[in-house]
């Protein structure tokens, strides 16, 4: 019994961090319809602007967040205009280009560090708490909660404030929306910052909990798919419960099967959803078609 | 001029056009390009490739550049038939191309098959893994097969790992050192050119073959559009299956011969996202996709370029090889969207159109 308590907050936590990294992730999927396999390599940006932010600012990691969400949004906006708004209609060469940003920021990173890991402590680090006889750090707390914050401001700024109206208003009908006023251009410039902007978030709340290395963008991306089509494409709710099926699913397979074998699990998990329901579990259905359509 | 379909197809018939108006209604069809149409120009560039490794014959750096190189436009071009011709926009060929190692090495080692006869079962055994991966996830389109595709990779890369008896586990398994033709263990590194060349020959002749054939034209019709091309009455999933399996067999001799060649490798290394699966992509969007010969240029860029950066900058600048191909994949993406081989069509375009008739 304990040890299924146990396998439960491993699983849940690590549901709230992989919920984090996939917002920013199912937002640009949903609005801009691509698929940004860069994502990833935001995070780890995130991370490391944490950590040169710790070092030469001397702040902590989690008041690092003041430079790092700024700076991610604008390298967001600046992406997205000088590279992806060129390729709007050509799905094909999205795939190549933010993978080839993939590569570029993971190698960049690499050739500026040298490979060196670094890590980052924080005041909140060394924190545990006992809840019902399960040791949780207080790290990995903060990240579920701010999941959880993040899941929940989104979906109110989406619903009720103008500009989210105005997004939600692009992602359902571009050519509609550009025809009540909509500045469509801005909107998608607009809303890749947000979404690099709260990969920089996952990264910052991330740097105490992982051993940074440039590598480590790719370890977040895969799972990160998985929880998008898991939870379903486009769906701010779809992707925070996802993240807790992955998290989940990860943490039981790791037990019970063989740690070695928990990622063959999961994607051999993700990939019979993404054929029987492509659409996953809380997307419309028809979602993953739309972006592949032609968008004049 | 390495240019199949392009510009030297306009010349002809704008030409017989011209002859039209003039000449009795006998209008002659634009000559259709067949398998023995293209044949000689496929066997020009061979020549001018095995010459080019004669040239080099005395330089071990420029050999081992030169059979990497080829390695990797055969494993191209084999991508190609289904990325490019079919539009399928696989990233797991790595998986194939690990397939096609682990069966040649395995049944060398523990059957003492020599690799020149294992590369056989190797081909099969990566066409019907492809075969059965791909079946479920020929339904998803666009980026989601390509996640997909990535996601197989990651799956294979925590079997392999998991499999010590198959692939030797995270520590690898490695081939011991038996000189001899039988063996395709060589002292040389001229005969391991040559080999590659043979394996670049063999991609490029089936690429050859299938673009002229029934299947090229039905696999081009599903990239274009896969409701017509159902419309049309073209077995879609049929297609592309057949498309894939060709694909991943010429794959998976690629990797038996890569293995051959290294002797010694890991699941890690072998199924790396970077090394193999995208750069099969990558070669064949730099050089043209969906061209013939485009992977082939692609890969004869790339591979040298990025082995100098290597030993130029590799121990300066670690992974400068890497950035600056991805450079070249983004630039690519942005500006040259039909590779090396459209931009020299369209050079030769513009080219022929200035030239006064």
Not at chain 1, 125 to 154: F, K, M, P
Not at chain 1, 196 to 212: E, F, K, M, S
Not at chain 2, 13 to 25: E, H, L
Request: charged share 10%; hydrophobic share 55%.
């Amino acid at each position: 019994m304990a040890d299924l308590a146990n396998i439960v907050a491993v699983g849940i936590l690590l549901g709230g961090i992989y919920a984090l990294v996939s917002v920013g992730l199912n937002l640009i999927f949903g609005v801009i319809r691509i698929v940004n396999f860069a994502q990833g390599e935001f995070v780890m940006l995130g991370m490391y602007g944490t950590y040169a932010a710790y070092t030469f600012l001397r702040v902590d990691p989690y008041l690092a967040l003041v430079v790092v969400l700024p700076g991610l949004f604008l390298f967001g906006a600046i992406v997205q205009r000088l590279i992806l708004a060129p390729l709007r209609t050509e799905p094909t060469m999205q795939i190549f280009a933010t993978f080839g940003l993939l590569m570029l920021l993971e190698n960049v990173v690499l050739a500026l560090t040298r490979g060196t890991a670094y890590s980052v402590t924080s005041v909140v680090a060394q924190t545990s708490i006992g809840i019902g006889g399960v040791q949780v750090g207080l790290v990995r707390l903060v990240a579920l909660a701010a999941a959880t914050g993040v899941a929940v401001a989104l979906g109110l700024f989406l619903k009720h404030s103008m500009l989210g109206r105005a997004i939600r208003a692009v992602a359902q009908d571009r050519s509609a929306a550009r025809l009540v006023g909509v500045n469509v251009d801005r909107i998608y410039m607009l809303t890749f910052g947000i979404g690099a902007a709260l990969a920089g978030l996952a990264g910052c709340l991330l740097t105490p909990i992982y051993t940074l290395s440039p590598q480590i963008g790719t370890s977040f991306i895969l799972p990160a798919f998985a929880v998008v089509v898991l939870g379903g494409l486009g769906s701010v709710l779809g992707a925070y419960i996802g993240g807790f099926i992955v998290g989940l699913t990860e943490a039981f397979a790791g037990y019970y099967l063989d740690p070695a074998l928990k990622h063959a699990v999961l994607f051999a998990v993700f990939i019979a959803v993404l054929i029987v329901r492509p659409s996953g579990l809380f997307g419309q259905v028809g979602a993953e078609e739309v972006g592949l359509r032609d968008q004049s | 001029m390495i240019n199949p379909d392009g510009a030297s197809a306009f010349a002809p018939a704008s030409s017989a056009g011209a002859a039209d108006r003039t000449g009795p209604r006998t209008r002659s069809a634009p000559r259709v390009k067949t398998f023995a149409s293209e044949l000689p120009r496929a066997l020009l560039v061979l020549g001018l490739l095995s010459g080019l490794v004669y040239l080099y014959s005395g330089d071990t750096f420029t050999l081992n550049t030169l059979a990497a190189a080829f390695l990797f436009a055969g494993l191209s071009s084999a991508w190609n038939i289904i990325g490019g011709f079919g539009g399928q926009f696989s990233l797991g060929h790595s998986v194939f191309f690990a397939v096609g190692a682990y069966t040649t090495a395995n049944l060398y080692l523990k059957a003492g098959i020599s690799p020149w006869i294992a590369l056989a079962p190797a081909a099969l055994l990566a066409a019907l893994v492809a075969c059965l991966l791909s079946w479920p996830v020929f339904r998803l389109r666009g980026p989601f097969f390509a996640i997909a595709t990535m996601a197989f990779t990651e799956v294979a890369l925590a079997l392999g790992n998991y499999m010590e008896s198959i692939t030797g586990g995270t520590r690898g398994m490695s081939i011991p050192f038996r000189l001899g033709f039988a063996n395709m263990i060589f002292r040389d590194r001229l005969s391991y050119a040559l080999l590659m060349l043979g394996f670049a020959a063999l991609c490029l002749l089936v690429v050859l073959a299938v673009h002229r054939s029934r299947l090229g034209y039905y696999l081009q019709a599903v990239r274009d559009n896969e409701q017509a091309a159902r419309a049309a009455g073209i077995s879609v999933l049929r297609v592309k299956l057949m498309g894939m399996a060709l694909s991943a067999a010429l794959t998976g001799i690629g990797g038996g011969l890569f293995f051959m060649q290294v002797r010694v490798a890991d699941p890690a290394a072998l199924l790396s996202l970077f090394e193999f699966g995208v750069k099969f992509a990558l070669i064949a969007l730099i050089g043209g996709l969906g061209t013939i010969y485009g992977p082939l240029l692609g890969a004869l860029v790339v591979i040298p370029l990025e082995s100098w950066l290597r030993a130029e900058l590799g121990g300066i600048v670690p992974g400068a090889n890497l950035i600056v191909l991805s450079l070249c994949l983004i630039l690519a993406a942005l500006f040259m969207k039909h590779g090396i081989v459209g931009s020299l069509q369209r050079l030769f375009t513009i080219a022929t159109r200035r030239i006064p008739r």
